[in-house]
Every structure is written in structure tokens, then in C-alpha cells.
């Protein structure tokens, strides 16, 4: 017999994941001047879990504060920090990335961390330094976080619905790894993304689970074509391509919306940021260094068609982060993570550590105003993971997180679940009412590269320096892409 489905009272959600921030940098001053209005569980902190105050790093033995963004950037105000920060749990040629983010200080680690080594989220400032990169900043730009006012439309969500302060991505590294957590519940022991990003994760995801085991539609809805004519998600995670779902381009999703058919699950990838060497093509997902603006525009444009679609009254709308990108925050993750499939991954790292605090937001008539979540009381994990979306997501259907009919990893089924933070009926009839500041796209290459895969469009960045070249190399592959694909990567 199957369980009784969790949230009756939610028919309808839509699923977004952005891309590469951290919960301090985006939000970590959301409650600074006022109180949230609910706490979830009961009993918990009545405070907010932003940046401390005294939050520093330290850099050749002085420290240095977490601060706001400075509002005198002009056209640069949306490019923060300017660079990219190192997002891998380790780069190529040392120890830089997220475990020397978490586990150095004023000087970089040298080697995987024993296993129940404190993280004292103090490497941050030196991470960035070792890159090397020019800098007018002097580095300090990854110091600096971003206050509700220079971010106004998810500060306003957040503080309208509802926002997780215990929210750690699945794995300290980068975006396929966390992305693959959340889809199938196991990055299969690849500790960082390939060396290009194009990858497949074979198996089952929460999706194929949902329309086969819980009769829910679902849709996937896209931006940009990544390679092979699909989307990043759908190629990515190849389970996905025959699974009964409908998918198409965010103007089929907008389309939905008004008509009021909308599948059961939507899930919603953004337009992809990618910058190297100071060339930036610019996305929607709030990726490093790329403008935030877009995103924020990107984020209210959803929400008001989410507002104007009749199925709003039913739905739950949720914006989430695959991982923190480089970027501050001052939670240490923990220990105890189960490793979903017994697979070690480089230096014997047993995916037994978590990553760093996203955000969490969820927007719904049935989450009370100015809300605070975290774990429910007596939960396995002191906070979410990304295994959480589908320990939920199954729950809502009605299916058993413990059967043994599909394989979702070991962790999903002891992740906490969020289903408790909604309420059975109507408590909230919020309307966001946030304008995004102006912004500035002049750095932009994206217009040359229409019609061009963007996985082809980043090795394009990475291979040629200059613009002319990079335009050369786009006129090439539109002219005829398999075989512009086929020398890609390759020694010039």
C-alpha cells in the first residue's frame, strides 16, 4: 500500500535551480533589520542565521570584514565578485577550491581533510588571492555581500514566503555533482565536473520516478540548447529523454502558464552564464562573475506569471542554488552525510561531507509570511541537502522513499523533508512588488554566439582569446557544427 501523500493541498510545482551562490552572499543580511515573522520547527532559533557579526577572513595574517557590496560601482554593480572564484573541491594543479575555502585560512591546505576536521569557512579570501588574476579590487570584491536593497527582488521574496538558514548543497564542489544529487540522489562518485562539463549521468531520476510510480506529469523548460539538440538537464541526465515528460523552450512554459496547463512538476533551467578572462557571455542564473541583475529580472518575470497563472492558488514554487561557487559563507558544513552509493571519489573523499549553505526559498499561498525553516525536530541531519527535493517530491506523490523499486541513493530517504512548512490552507497573499535596479550588458558576448551550443560555447571561450576569434569560431560552427565540434578541445 502506498503512503498517504504529503502537501494534498499542492497540485502544481515549479522547480528552479540557480547557479553558484552562497546563502551570506546573496542573503546573508535578509533579517539584519528586522525579525522573521515564523519558525520552522517550533522551538528553534527565533534568529536568522545571516553573517555574523565580526565576520572576517584572513589573508597573510591580517583579518579582513565581510562587507556590503559598495554602492559606487556604476556599471560594474551587478559584476560581483568580478571574477570567478574557484568552484571545484580542488583544481587541477593544487589544493585551491571549495575544501581549501572551508578548511584553509591564511594559507592553503595540502591535502583532502581528515574526516571530522572542523571547517573554519576561513580560506575564502586567500582562495581567491592564490587565483592570481588581475585585480582593481585587490581581491577584497569576494569580501563583499550583497544587502535586500542592491538585491530586492529575492531578498523580498524570501522575506514575503518563506527561506531556509540550513540549506548545504549535497557535496562540496561544483554544479554537475550537486545537480546530479538532486536529480538522481548521487553524483556516482565524481567528486568535480569533467574537465569540459559535458557529461552523462546514467539512471533514474526523481522525474522518470514521479510520471512511472506516482502518476504526476512533469515538463522540463529550457533557454538554451546545451549539445546534441537538448537542453543541459536533459542531456545530462540522459534517463530523462524517453520518460513521458514535456519539454520545451521557457516560451512553451510561459504559454502553459497562461492557458492553465501547467504539468504536475515543472522544472525550470536557467539561461547559462559562463565568463573566462575577463570575456563574459551572460546568463540568468546569478552565476560568478556574470551580472546578478539578469537573474533578478529573470526571478520576478517568473513569479508575476506564476501570479497570473490560475493554477497559483495550488502551486509551490521553489528557488534553490546547486552550490555556493566560491562565494562567503560562514556555516561549516558536516560530517555525517551518508554516501549514497558506496563509491569513493578522488584521494578516497567518501561523500561524507556537505557543501556550503544555499539559498532555499519556498513561494506559496501556504507558506506564512517572512518565514524561517529548517530540519523538522528530530531530523537525521542537522539541515537540508539536496536529497531533500526528493525525498519530498516523492512524498507529495504518494511513493514510498524507502521502496526498493527505483534507486535513488542511500542518503534521499533519512534527508529531511519540508513538507511540514506548508500550511493546509491559504496563509499568504503576498504579491512581490520589488523593481530591479538598472543594469549594464555591455560586456555581453552572447549575440555572437546565436545559434551555437552553449556546451560549444564554452570551449569556445576557453580556446580562442579574442572576440574576432571568437566570432570566427561561432561563423565556423554554424557553418557546419559537427565538425567545429570535433576539433574543439583540440591543440591549434
Given at each position: 500500500m502506498s503512503p498517504q501523500p504529503v502537501m494534498p493541498q499542492?497540485?502544481?510545482?515549479?522547480?528552479?535551480?540557480?547557479?553558484?551562490?552562497?546563502?551570506?552572499?546573496?542573503?546573508?543580511?535578509?533579517?539584519?533589520?528586522?525579525?522573521?515573522?515564523?519558525?520552522?520547527?517550533?522551538?528553534?532559533?527565533?534568529?536568522?542565521?545571516?553573517?555574523?557579526?565580526?565576520?572576517?577572513?584572513?589573508?597573510q595574517g591580517l583579518d579582513y570584514p565581510i562587507v556590503t557590496r559598495p554602492d559606487n560601482l556604476g556599471s560594474y554593480a551587478g559584476y560581483v565578485p568580478y571574477w570567478d572564484p574557484t568552484e571545484a573541491m580542488y583544481s587541477d594543479v593544487d589544493w585551491r577550491g571549495v575544501l581549501n575555502q572551508m578548511f584553509g585560512a591564511s594559507r592553503e591546505i595540502g591535502g583532502m581533510p581528515a574526516t571530522g576536521t572542523p571547517a573554519g569557512m576561513r580560506g575564502f579570501f586567500q582562495d581567491y588571492y592564490e587565483q592570481d588574476i588581475p585585480q582593481g579590487y585587490?581581491?577584497?570584491?569576494?569580501?563583499?555581500?550583497?544587502?535586500p536593497q542592491q538585491l530586492p527582488v529575492i531578498n523580498r521574496l524570501a522575506q514575503l514566503y518563506g527561506i531556509s538558514d540550513a540549506w548545504h548543497c549535497s557535496v562540496p564542489t561544483q554544479t554537475n555533482?550537486?545537480?546530479?544529487?538532486?536529480?538522481?540522489?548521487?553524483?556516482?562518485?565524481r567528486n568535480n565536473n569533467s574537465w569540459n562539463a559535458e557529461e552523462t549521468y546514467p539512471g533514474k531520476t526523481f522525474m522518470n520516478v514521479l510520471a512511472e510510480q506516482g502518476n504526476k506529469s512533469w515538463g522540463l523548460y529550457y533557454f538554451d540548447i546545451w549539445k546534441d539538440s537538448m537542453c543541459f538537464t536533459e542531456y545530462t541526465f540522459p534517463?530523462?529523454?524517453?520518460?513521458?515528460?514535456?519539454?520545451?523552450?521557457?516560451?512553451?512554459?510561459y504559454a502553459l502558464a497562461r492557458s492553465n496547463q501547467l504539468p504536475n512538476f515543472v522544472y525550470l533551467e536557467p539561461q547559462w552564464g559562463y565568463s573566462v578572462g575577463g570575456?563574459?557571455?551572460?546568463?540568468?542564473?546569478?552565476?560568478?562573475?556574470?551580472?546578478?541583475?539578469?537573474?533578478?529580472?529573470f526571478l520576478r518575470d517568473v513569479i508575476n506569471r506564476l501570479y497570473d497563472c490560475p493554477q497559483w492558488d495550488e502551486m509551490l514554487f521553489i528557488v534553490t542554488f546547486d552550490e555556493h561557487g566560491g562565494t562567503y559563507d560562514h556555516r561549516p558544513p558536516t560530517w555525517n552525510a551518508i554516501n549514497p552509493d558506496n563509491k569513493n571519489g578522488d584521494y578516497g573523499f567518501g561523500f561524507n561531507l556537505f557543501g556550503a549553505r544555499v539559498p532555499?526559498?519556498?513561494?506559496?499561498?501556504?507558506?506564512?509570511?517572512?518565514?524561517?525553516?529548517?530540519?523538522?525536530?528530530?531530523?537525521?541531519y542537522p539541515f537540508y541537502d539536496h536529497t531533500s527535493f526528493i525525498n519530498t517530491f516523492?512524498?507529495?506523490?504518494?511513493?514510498?522513499?524507502?521502496?526498493t523499486a527505483f534507486n535513488l541513493g542511500k542518503r534521499m530517504p533519512k534527508a529531511p523533508h519540508f513538507d511540514d512548512v506548508l500550511f493546509p490552507t491559504h496563509v499568504n497573499d503576498a504579491k512581490l512588488d520589488a523593481e530591479v535596479p538598472e543594469?549594464?550588458?555591455?560586456?555581453?558576448?552572447?549575440?555572437?554566439?546565436?545559434?551555437?551550443?552553449?556546451?560549444?560555447?564554452?570551449?569556445?571561450?576557453?580556446?580562442?582569446?579574442?572576440v574576432e576569434e571568437m566570432k570566427a569560431a561561432a561563423d565556423e560552427y554554424r557553418a557546419n557544427p559537427a565538425a567545429f565540434e570535433a576539433k574543439l578541445g583540440q591543440p591549434r
Open positions: 499542492v497540485k502544481t510545482i515549479v522547480f528552479l535551480m540557480l547557479e553558484n551562490r552562497s546563502l551570506d552572499n546573496l542573503l546573508g543580511w535578509l533579517y539584519s533589520q528586522i525579525k522573521p515573522g515564523y519558525i520552522y520547527p517550533s522551538g528553534s532559533s527565533p534568529n536568522y542565521d545571516g553573517i555574523p557579526f565580526g565576520a572576517s577572513q584572513p589573508l585587490g581581491w577584497k570584491d569576494i569580501l563583499w555581500t550583497f544587502t555533482p550537486n545537480r546530479a544529487y538532486s536529480l538522481i540522489g548521487t553524483s556516482q562518485g534517463a530523462l529523454q524517453n520518460a513521458g515528460g514535456d519539454i520545451g523552450t521557457m516560451e512553451r512554459f570575456n563574459i557571455t551572460q546568463g540568468n542564473d546569478y552565476h560568478p562573475p556574470t551580472n546578478v541583475y539578469p537573474g533578478e529580472q532555499t526559498l519556498l513561494i506559496s499561498p501556504f507558506i506564512k509570511p517572512g518565514t524561517v525553516f529548517r530540519a523538522p525536530a528530530g531530523s537525521n516523492l512524498r507529495w506523490a504518494g511513493i514510498d522513499v524507502n521502496s543594469y549594464d550588458t555591455s560586456r555581453d558576448l552572447r549575440p555572437i554566439f546565436e545559434g551555437v551550443g552553449f556546451a560549444s560555447v564554452r570551449r569556445i571561450m576557453d580556446d580562442y582569446k579574442t
